[in-house]
């Protein structure tokens, strides 16, 4: 993994975390409403894990956000 791929997936962590407290969810519930393990809403919010279409799915629904949101929070500098 690139640096910059390690840098959008902490920016995705540290929403995905920030999110969370907001909604005054756990790891464990996020996990429910999101059909993610727990151990993965914890590598995503540490930064240690990149995430898959299905998975950006379940933190958008877990969130109550947009896929969208997660997309903008995952992509690199591919487009530019």
């Given at each position: 993994?690139?640096?910059?791929?390690?840098?959008?997936?902490?920016?995705?962590?540290?929403?995905?975390?920030?999110?969370?407290?907001?909604?005054?969810?756990?790891?464990?519930?996020?996990?429910?409403?999101?059909?993610?393990?727990?151990?993965?809403?914890?590598?995503?919010?540490?930064?240690?894990?990149?995430?898959?279409?299905a998975t950006a799915r379940g933190l958008a629904r877990g969130l109550g956000v947009a896929l969208g949101v997660i997309?903008?929070?995952?992509?690199?500098?591919?487009?530019?």
């Amino acid at each position: 993994v690139g640096m910059d791929a390690a840098m959008e997936t902490s920016r995705l962590g540290r929403y995905v975390l920030r999110e969370r407290r907001r909604l005054g969810l756990s790891q464990s519930q996020l996990a429910d409403q999101a059909g993610l393990p727990q151990a993965a809403i914890s590598r995503i919010e540490r930064g240690h894990d990149s995430i898959s279409l299905a998975t950006a799915r379940g933190l958008a629904r877990g969130l109550g956000v947009a896929l969208g949101v997660i997309g903008v929070l995952t992509e690199g500098d591919q487009d530019g």
